[in-house]
Nanobody, 124 residues
């Protein structure tokens, strides 16, 4: 079992930045791929980014590439999502997720463990 807890959400003006953190506990986190997803009201959960245990990354290029950066610190069992140049359309609940793989799954059903989510609201 892996437990995940996200922090760092909040209200920010358009153009601002936030850094989300995901604290992992339980099994050896370093062998898991961590994914970030978001879900806006009335919309399906959307893939944002993923990072493997070796640090390889994949982004939803259409939505966030060039503005968001995913990273992790295996020694601290932490994952991060740095979000810059935020737009009102980035408003959503953001979730971190984990799965024991060396690939970068982009589908929510491919992940086994989920955090509770953290709200990000970007005002115009």
């Amino acid at each position: 079992q892996v437990q995940l807890v996200e922090t760092g959400g909040g209200l920010v003006q358009a153009g601002g930045s936030l850094r989300l953190s995901c604290a992992a506990s339980g099994r050896t986190f370093s062998s898991y791929t961590m994914g970030w997803f978001r879900q806006a009201p009335g919309k399906e959960r959307e893939f944002v980014a993923a990072i493997t245990w070796t640090g390889s990354t994949l982004y939803n290029a259409r939505s966030v590439k060039g503005r968001f950066t995913v990273s992790r610190d295996n020694a601290k069992n932490m994952g991060y999502l740095q979000m810059n140049s935020l737009k009102p359309e980035d408003t959503a609940v953001y979730y971190c997720a984990a799965v024991a793989t060396s690939n970068y799954p982009t589908g929510q059903y491919e992940y086994d463990y989920w955090g509770q989510g953290t709200q990000v609201t970007v005002s115009s």
